[in-house]
T-cell receptor, first 113, second 114 residues
């Protein structure tokens, strides 16, 4: 596609429910990132997929968070048993290779009530 | 592992003032460096990048940044800011390799008084 697409753009969920956030990277991009942006906290790295390599999951804050990337394209970030502290904007980005800039989606604003 | 520090959390300037936002990174090897901007209500977009070559990099909208390897710094500058530069600015780094993640700083919020 023309850009990185994320859905939904907004999600309100009740505490304890599971949520799935979707990212469609730019066609042909081999690397995909998930970041979390909280008020005043900058961009927190969550997970990084690069080609067929094992994903770098070092930024996932707890085992309630997981992500997968199917067919080297679309990615889903899953948060189980959501907590209020999970409320944030979740950003997806993709790059063409390891030494290029990242292109970002508009993000999914998650609110846990 | 690499990390990025942005010294200023919130900078307030008047129009036409000069701007310099600090960015330091920690990594001993070769790096790629980026500045991204996020205008209110918009997605993150690239301002400029450094991969190699001339350490003085020019980006969009009159911004530039200088890579000083000895200081592990990549400060962002603009000689004369405009009200439309109000945004959040993020410095980012990744290690020069084929499989290195991009790490971002905590961001600097820039407010320009008209």
């Amino acid at each position: 596609g023309a850009g990185v697409s994320q859905s939904p753009s907004n999600k309100v969920t009740e505490k304890g429910k599971d949520v799935e956030l979707r990212c469609d990277p730019i066609s042909g991009h081999t690397a995909l990132y998930w970041y979390r942006q909280s008020l005043g906290q900058g961009l927190e790295f969550l997970i990084y997929f690069q080609g067929n390599s094992a994903p770098d999951k070092s930024g996932l804050p707890s085992d309630r968070f997981s992500a997968e990337r199917t067919g080297g394209s679309v990615s889903t970030l899953t948060i189980q048993r959501t907590q209020q502290e999970d409320s944030a904007v979740y950003l997806c980005a993709s790059t063409y290779g390891g030494n290029t800039e990242a292109f970002f989606g508009q993000g999914t604003r998650l609110t846990v009530v | 592992a690499q990390s990025v520090s942005q010294h200023n959390h919130h900078v307030i300037l008047s129009e036409a003032a000069s701007l310099e936002l600090g960015c330091n990174y920690s990594y001993g090897g070769t790096v790629n460096l980026f500045w991204y901007v996020q205008y209110p209500g918009q997605h993150l977009q690239l301002l400029l990048k450094y991969f190699s070559g001339d350490p003085l990099v020019k980006g969009i909208k009159g911004f530039e940044a200088e890579f000083i390897k000895s200081k592990f710094s990549f400060n962002l500058r603009k000689p004369s800011v405009q009200w439309s530069d109000t945004a959040e600015y993020f410095c980012a780094v990744n290690a020069y390799s084929s499989a290195s993640k991009i790490i971002f700083g905590s961001g600097t919020r820039l407010s320009i008084r008209p």
